[in-house]
C-alpha cells in the first residue's frame, strides 16, 4: 500500500548509457515531481507535471526527459549519462499545485554513473 | 527569488536535551512555510506545516510558529529521542500556484543515548 513508489531503488551505470527510472502513486493525487537530491542532500527541482501536463521545467539538460502516461505516473528518462547525474532522484506528489499542498516523496533512486 | 536558510548541522544531543533548528525565509507575498524529516534511507515526509502568519504548525511533539516579522519559522521539541535522528529540511512555497516548494540546504540531528 506504499504511496509513492519509484523504481529502481539502486542503478549503477557507466558513462554514455540511457536509463529511466518510474514512479507511481496510489493517492489520487493531481501533481507529480522529479527532485534531485545531491550529496550533500542539497534538494532541487527538476520537474513537475498536473494532470499529465508539464507545468515546472526547471533548468536541466535536455538529456533528462519526463512523461506522465496518466496522472498516477511519472517516469523519468535520462539519455547520455554523465559522473555528474550521480545523485539520489526523488519523485513526489501533491493534491494540486496549489502552493500549501504538502508533498509525498517516494524513497528515492540512488544513481551512481560509473 | 524565493530562498531559505536554514542552520548548518550536524547538531549532536543527548536524549531529552531541547532542539531548535533556526530557519530563516526570504520570499515576496505571504508563502507557505513547512518542515520535511528524511530518515535514513528514506524519502522525505512533511513533519508540520504553517500557512500564514503566527500561525503554530505542530506534530510528534516538535513545534514551529511562521513569524513574518522575522521571517522565520524555527523548529523545536522540548525533549528529543533518539528516533528523532534524522536530516531536517525547512521549505517553503510561494503565494502563486506556479511557484515551486524551495527547500533549505538541510540540518541532521543525531540523538544519543
Known amino acids: 500500500d506504499t504511496a509513492v513508489s519509484q523504481t529502481p531503488k539502486y542503478l549503477v551505470t557507466q558513462m554514455g548509457n540511457d536509463k529511466s527510472i518510474k514512479c507511481e502513486q496510489n493517492?489520487?493525487?493531481?501533481?507529480m515531481y522529479w527532485y534531485k537530491q545531491d550529496s550533500k542532500k542539497f534538494l532541487k527541482i527538476m520537474f513537475s507535471?498536473?494532470?499529465?501536463?508539464?507545468?515546472i521545467n526547471e533548468t536541466v539538460p535536455n538529456r533528462f526527459s519526463p512523461k506522465s502516461p496518466d496522472k498516477a505516473h511519472l517516469n523519468l528518462h535520462i539519455n547520455s549519462l554523465e559522473l555528474g547525474d550521480s545523485a539520489v532522484y526523488f519523485c513526489?506528489?501533491?493534491?494540486?499545485?496549489?502552493?500549501?499542498?504538502?508533498?509525498?516523496f517516494g524513497n528515492g533512486t540512488r544513481l551512481t554513473v560509473t | 527569488g524565493n530562498s531559505v536558510t536554514q542552520m548548518e548541522g550536524p547538531v549532536t544531543l543527548s536524549e531529552e536535551a531541547f532542539l531548535t533548528i533556526n530557519c530563516t525565509y526570504t520570499a515576496t507575498g505571504y508563502p507557505s512555510l513547512f518542515w520535511y524529516v528524511q530518515y535514513p534511507g528514506e524519502g522525505l515526509q512533511l513533519l508540520l506545516k504553517a500557512t500564514k502568519a503566527d500561525d503554530k504548525g505542530s506534530n510528534k511533539g516538535f513545534e514551529a510558529t511562521y513569524r513574518k516579522e522575522t521571517t522565520s519559522f524555527h523548529l523545536e521539541k522540548g525533549s528529543v529521542q533518539v528516533s528523532d535522528s534524522a536530516v531536517y529540511f525547512c521549505?517553503?512555497?510561494?503565494?502563486?500556484?506556479?511557484?515551486?516548494?524551495?527547500f533549505g540546504k538541510g540540518t541532521k540531528l543525531t540523538v544519543n543515548p
Open positions: 507535471y498536473n494532470n499529465k501536463e508539464l507545468i
Open positions: 493517492l489520487g493525487h493531481d501533481t
Open positions: 521549505a517553503l512555497s510561494g503565494e502563486s500556484g506556479s511557484e515551486k516548494l524551495v
Open positions: 513526489a506528489s501533491s493534491q494540486d499545485s496549489s502552493y500549501n499542498s504538502p508533498l509525498h
